[in-house]
C-alpha cells in the first residue's frame, strides 16, 4: 500500500510540474483540459495507477475512492487571471520499465519525468493470530458413496446360548416288522376261578 502511495505522489508531482511549466488549467475540482473527446490527464494518471495496482496484487480503489486520496479542501476564489496564449495540452502519461513518468504532449516531443516508482521496502512484522471464526453451518449431506469392496473373514464368534425347545414334529411313518422276540418265563400259577352260573336245563335224550 505504501509502495502504491508513492506511485500516486509521483504522479500527481510530475502532474503539478507540468502543469505549471506548460499552463494546464484545471477544469472543475478534479479535471485537467485535454482535446475534446479524448480521457482527462487525471483520468490517464489513474489509468496508470490501476494497472500499476494490478501487477502489485492489490485491488484498484474506485476512481471515485481514489479522487478522495489525492483531492485537497476547496481553496478561497481566486482573482481571474489575464487571457493566457493556447498551451500544450497532455496526451498521454505512463510509467516505462525503469519506473520513470513519461507524459507525451498534443505539440513537442515527450519529456521524461524521472523516476517516481521508489524500491522495495523490508518485509513488515507478521501480525498478531486472529481469534477463531464461528462455526459455519451444516454442509448439506453428500451422495451415496460406492458400494466397498468385500472385507476379510471374521473370526469365529463364541457358542451362542441354548435355543428353546422346538415344537413337536410329525409322527414318523410306520417302522418295519421286528424279528421275533425270544420265550417269555413261565407264568405263575393263578388263582382259583369264581364258581360259574347254573347252566340251562338241556333236552331229553334220545332212547
Not at 17 to 43: K, N, P, Q, Y
Not at 193 to 205: L, P, R
Amino acid at each position: 500500500m505504501k509502495r502504491t502511495k508513492k506511485v500516486l505522489v509521483g504522479l500527481l508531482a510530475g502532474l503539478s510540474v507540468l502543469s505549471g511549466s506548460l499552463g494546464v488549467s484545471a477544469c472543475g475540482d478534479t479535471e485537467i483540459s485535454s482535446s475534446a473527446g479524448e480521457a482527462t490527464a487525471m483520468e490517464k494518471v489513474y489509468a496508470q495507477y490501476v494497472v500499476y495496482a494490478q501487477a502489485e496484487g492489490q485491488t484498484p480503489l474506485s476512481y471515485e475512492e481514489w479522487l478522495l486520496t489525492i483531492k485537497g479542501e476547496k481553496g478561497d476564489k481566486g482573482d481571474t487571471g489575464a487571457t493566457g496564449a493556447d498551451g500544450v495540452g497532455i496526451k498521454n502519461a505512463y510509467i516505462n520499465a525503469d519506473g520513470e513518468l513519461i507524459v507525451e504532449f498534443t505539440v513537442g516531443e515527450p519529456k521524461n519525468l524521472g523516476k517516481i516508482v521508489g524500491e522495495d521496502g523490508s518485509q513488515g512484522e507478521k501480525g498478531e493470530k486472529g481469534e477463531k471464526g464461528d462455526t459455519g453451518a451444516q454442509g448439506e449431506k453428500g451422495e451415496k458413496g460406492d458400494t466397498g469392496a468385500q472385507g476379510e473373514k471374521g473370526e469365529k464368534g463364541d457358542t451362542g446360548a441354548q435355543g428353546e425347545k422346538g415344537e413337536q414334529g410329525d409322527t414318523g411313518a410306520q417302522g418295519e416288522k421286528g424279528e421275533k422276540g425270544d420265550t417269555g418265563e413261565h407264568g405263575e400259577k393263578g388263582e382259583k376261578g369264581d364258581t360259574g352260573a347254573q347252566g340251562e336245563k338241556g333236552e331229553k335224550g334220545d332212547t
